[in-house]
């Protein structure tokens, strides 16, 4: 039942939407505005347990939130101009609906309350400097999310999504050489149920977890542990490939030149293993990337590589270029394989790319060498040869053995 107080129309220049972060705790554990915001709107929105936890204040009328999630919003947003509340767990802009709401309002429509982040909740019970630990979500994500930051020393502190996410994450670890890792598990932080328990990730027999759930991981990396070094150019053999593979001196070099900023997307042609749209990913979490392969099983085998390199989002188109590209995102930068680009690959690579954008191509053949010559002499760029040996034996000693070499053309589109 509305209050008269929530059923008065918001001013025009007030913000008609608050946003309330709440603990495990309660209303116990909120401040006065945040209370008041509650109490005052006509409708309030939220998951069942947050409408629970949220009861003696709602005097408007609960919605819990639909099933499916509905991303856009649009129960909420058909609300403008009434007295709306949506309630979050903790910080609601930290992995939380407020980012979600945020994108289809504009700064005076909402007023925002955080409550302390389970990621707060969970250093602030360990002792751990919050600024010294990667913090990430895998609430409703790949597990495989947390493979590029499985480092020595390093202490992580992950959301997961269910009572089953510590068992799994602890089998993830323990099967790629860190079993020795020290998990914290933190339950329904805040609240009355809290726990927190501790085993390594070899050993875990915890049993029944809550649903609510935060794990905090000390990485300890065994012998054989699948580091993922930072910077370009990553050993060939942690990758599966079939021999299609740009190997590590020209992917560093690639990579250099297609010189990845903050948001980008790119177009990977004639993808082979996947290598250059992995790397590309993994050297920032905003970075995405389209590959594209003619085979089949190079296109499953890029997906397990993928996987294994924990960025699960890499787009796999199968089909042969240029047609596999129509319809595709307009792209920040394109590489092309040393393989070959004929059949006006080039050409519509260069058509798509924003202006701006990256091309780099690469070529192992006299053909598409001469290709790469024709256009830098339309288009101007870099044109470099690439030569790279390595010592290898011969008879009872040692000599330098060529890898073929590579011409790689350069160029930012106008």
Request: aromatic share 6%; net charge negative; with cysteine.
């Amino acid at each position: 039942m509305s209050s008269p107080e929530s059923d008065r129309p918001v001013l025009a220049d007030a913000p008609w939407l608050s946003i309330v972060g709440i603990g495990e705790d309660g209303a116990a554990g909120l401040g006065e505005a945040a209370r008041a915001a509650i109490a005052g709107a006509a409708h309030v929105f939220g998951g069942r347990r947050h409408l629970e936890l949220a009861a003696p204040l709602i005097t408007g009328e609960a919605h819990p939130w639909p099933v499916p999630f509905d991303p856009g919003m649009a129960a909420v947003l058909a609300l403008k101009g009434s007295r709306v509340c949506v309630l979050a767990s903790g910080d609601p802009f930290f992995f939380g609906v407020g980012a979600t709401l945020s994108r289809h309002l504009s700064h005076g429509e909402f007023v925002a309350f955080p409550a302390p982040s389970a990621f707060s909740l969970a250093a602030s019970r360990l002792g751990w400097p919050l600024q010294g630990a990667e913090c990430l979500s895998l609430h409703g994500r790949p597990l495989d999310l947390i493979r590029p930051h499985l480092h020595p020393g390093a202490r992580l502190i992950a959301l997961t999504s269910d009572g089953d996410g510590p068992a799994a994450l602890a089998g993830l670890l323990a099967g790629s050489g860190f079993g020795a890792s020290r998990l914290t598990v933190l339950e329904a932080l805040g609240g009355p149920q809290e726990r927190i328990r501790t085993r390594p990730a070899e050993k875990w027999d915890l049993g029944p977890v809550d649903a609510l759930n935060v794990v905090a991981v000390e990485v300890t990396a065994g012998e054989n542990a699948r580091v993922l070094p930072f910077g370009f150019g990553l050993a060939d053999d942690l990758f599966e490939h079939d021999g299609q593979i740009t190997k590590r001196e020209i992917r560093a070099l690639t990579l250099s030149a297609l010189s990845p900023r903050r948001g980008e997307l790119l177009w990977d042609i004639g993808a082979g293993s996947g290598s250059i749209g992995i790397e590309w990913m993994l050297a920032h979490p905003s970075l995405s990337a389209i590959t594209i392969e003619r085979d089949p099983a190079r296109a499953e085998r890029i997906a397990l590589n993928a996987a294994r390199f924990g960025v699960p989002g890499l787009k796999i188109v199968t089909g042969a270029a240029p047609a596999a590209l129509e319809g595709l995102p307009a792209p920040d930068a394109i590489f092309i394989g040393g393989g070959g680009s004929g059949d006006g690959v080039l050409d519509v690579a260069l058509a798509s790319l924003k202006s701006g954008g990256r091309l780099v191509a690469n070529a192992v053949t006299l053909d598409m060498e001469a290709v790469l010559i024709a256009a830098h002499s339309r288009h101007g760029g870099a044109l470099t040869r690439i030569e790279v040996a390595r010592a290898a034996p011969i008879g009872t000693m040692t000599g330098w053995r060529s890898a073929m070499p590579v011409t790689q053309w350069a160029w930012v589109k106008p």
